[in-house]
């Protein structure tokens, strides 16, 4: 039962137990009118009291999900937007236990998104959360709490692409902010796994990095880079931002080139950035 479930409760049996000593105080006493007349604006003034505090209740009630979803999910997908699908679906009645795994799409997942995209005419309702799924479940979670009302932090660059970068690229990742958001973290993911990159980070705005410039290097191709608000500060809900990128095979260095010249038998060396002739016959 939510908080505000459990003050509606609370309000009506608070007003049961006014209306059952008013009725048994007025036949057995007999009051007069005048007594009854201020007996019942008693119990209107606390009616009101009660009203507006449940709808103080429900103003401050946090949103379902403080993200808006900028990716497609699906089964193996990994990430914070993953636990705020499954909020967001076991808040229109498909539940989705997430705690065995969190951050983790899996077949639970499918299972009740595929029941969700089926009651919301979403076809094929195949548990893929595409574009046509996102659109829908933004403009359902829109209508909660105003997005500007939360700290929230938005990829200006490489937002919706899947750039492929070289190990040893120096990167310039730009985001903007709403709200107060005095300092980020940067990271990115591959699989079950966060690589930090900076936290908390100042808020300037951008960050470079120098692709594979963290400790253990990188193990893969494919990752997803993520900007969220530190919320070291005592920030509860946050919305963030994230983008797919890949990451080329590392080409070798090679510090030089031996060769020998057959007919002299002189072994030679080429080092970077020497230009050479080589002519003769039986090539």
């Given amino acids: 039962m939510s908080r505000s479930s459990r003050f509606f409760a609370k309000a009506a049996s608070m007003f049961c137990g006014l209306v059952i000593a008013f009725t048994v105080t007025s036949t057995t006493h007999a009051q007069s009118i005048a007594e009854l007349q201020a007996m019942i604006a008693q119990l209107t003034a606390q009616i009101a009291a009660l009203q507006s505090q449940v709808v103080g209740l429900q103003e401050t009630s946090p949103a379902i999900c403080s993200t808006l979803f900028t990716r497609d999910l699906a089964l193996g997908s990994v990430g914070q ?124 705005g951008s960050f470079t990095w ?44 090679v510090a030089s080139i031996s060769y020998v010249v057959a007919k002299a038998g002189v072994k030679n060396e080429i080092y970077p950035g020497e230009i050479i002739s080589i002519f003769g016959n039986n090539f």
């Fill in 81 to 204: 937007d993953v636990t705020c699908l499954q909020k967001a679906l076991t808040k229109y009645g498909y539940p989705v236990d997430g705690g065995a795994k969190p951050e983790y799409f899996g077949s639970e997942t499918k299972t009740a998104l595929s029941a969700w995209q089926a009651a919301n005419g979403i076809a094929p309702a195949s548990g893929y959360f595409g574009p046509v799924s996102r659109a829908k479940m933004n403009a359902l979670l829109a209508q909660q709490v105003p997005q500007t009302s939360l700290p929230s932090v938005s990829f200006t660059t490489f937002a919706g692409k899947e750039p492929l970068w070289k190990i040893g690229d120096k990167i310039t990742l730009k985001w903007s902010t709403s709200g107060d958001v005095p300092a980020v973290d940067v990271f990115f993911r591959q699989g079950d796994s966060s690589t930090m990159l900076a936290s908390p980070y100042k808020n300037t």
């Fill in 210 to 253: 120098t692709v594979g410039d963290v400790k253990g290097g990188l193990n893969g191709n494919r990752y997803v880079m993520w900007v969220c608000p530190n919320t070291k500060g005592g920030v509860k809900d946050a919305q963030c931002s994230s983008f797919d990128f890949q990451v080329g095979s590392q080409t070798s260095s």
